[in-house]
């Protein structure tokens, strides 16, 4: 090839790798995910700028099929809820992408350059408020259900990947089934997910059937007014 060519056909090449990797990891138009569970819809509100890493990640999350599988609620409290942990221990495992290392994106008011004691305080004055979600490692992600009285937001990795919006919180979140505990909080009664890693669903369905889960999340252009109640 001559060098005009070749400069145009490595242009080509860049240029289709790109897209390849706006069209995995998103856009900055993607901004909003619907995610329908087995008590109705909620929102999420995406901050790309603030997390992109994991805006990213749930991103990926979200167009793999991740939540269609079933994503159980397994830790419900007067806090938070978390959520992420699914079958792990299979052949051919279809989100083994999702399960590579990434770089968790660092608090919005954390400051390497200066004393960890000044920097600690500032970050203990923006705990995460009502509606946060954020990611918090691998597939794992948490959503608060109050604001302040917690540390959640305060670590140097704490950083919110965005929030649910409308009234997502009042007619669907804050009426998931608690009545289990969870192995976390209740000292090994409830929904284990060391055990969601082995078994995934089947292993809810079959000793914890109340537990609400999420059962799709898809990208959406803007909020609605009006979302759908199971």
Known sequence: LSGSASAQLTKGLLEA?????????????????????????????????????????????????FFDQGIAFFRVNKVAIQLGADQQKRSNDPFQSLR??????????????????????????????????????????????????????????????????????????DHLYDGYGNAIDTKGQGPDQIKIFEEGMEYIRREFPKTDYISHCEVIQSPSSNTKKI
């Open 100 to 173: 590579q290392p990434w770089d968790i994106d660092p608090n919005p008011y954390h400051d390497p350059n200066i004393p960890k004691e000044e920097s600690a305080k500032i970050r203990s004055l923006h705990p995460w408020t009502r509606g946060t979600i954020a990611m918090i490692g691998g597939l794992q992600m948490v959503i608060t259900r109050v604001s302040g009285g917690h540390p959640m937001g305060t670590a140097p990795q704490d950083s919110p990947l965005g929030r649910i919006v409308g009234d997502g919180m009042e007619r669907v979140l």
């Open 17 to 65: 790798a790109s897209d390849e990797e706006t069209a995995n990891s998103g856009t900055d138009d993607d901004r909003f995910v619907r995610c329908s569970t087995s008590k109705g819809d909620f929102e999420v509100e995406l901050f790309p700028e603030q997390s992109p890493n994991g805006c990213r990640q749930f991103l990926n999350m979200v167009r793999a099929g």
